[in-house]
Nanobody, 128 residues
Framework: QVQLVESGGGLVQAGGSLRLSCAAS????????MGWFRQAPGKERELIAA????????YYRDSVKGRFTISRDNAKNTVYLQMNSLKPEDAAIYYC?????????????????????WGQGTQVTVSS
């Protein structure tokens, strides 16, 4: 079992920044692709960023490219999401999740259905 706990959400003005953290309680953290998802009211949960087990590879949804940065520290079992230049449309509940794609497949997967472990979510509110 992998337990994930997010922190760092809150209220910020448009143009501001937040840093989300996700701490994992597992010795096998470095085996997982880690993703950050978000879900706004009435919308589907969407993958916005992912980082490979080593941290060498990253993926970003087009809407956050150049503004958000995902990183991980395997020694601390923690993944981060630095969010800059926040916009009102970034407001959502943000979730971190862990996935282990099968060998021979792409290192990250888009669908939330593939992620086995989830945090409880942290609210991000952006005022205009």
């Amino acid at each position: 079992q992998v337990q994930l706990v997010e922190s760092g959400g809150g209220l910020v003005q448009a143009g501001g920044s937040l840093r989300l953290s996700c701490a994992a309680s597992t010795r096998t953290f470095s085996r997982y692709t880690m993703g950050w998802f978000r879900q706004a009211p009435g919308k589907e949960r969407e993958l916005i960023a992912a980082v490979s087990w080593s941290g060498d590879s990253t993926y970003y949804r087009d809407s956050v490219k150049g503004r958000f940065t995902i990183s991980r520290d395997n020694a601390k079992n923690t993944v981060y999401l630095q969010m800059n230049s926040l916009k009102p449309e970034d407001a959502a509940i943000y979730y971190c999740a862990a996935d282990r794609p099968p060998d021979g497949t792409r290192w990250y997967r888009i669908s939330a259905n593939h992620y086995d472990y989830w945090g409880q979510g942290t609210q991000v509110t952006v005022s205009s």
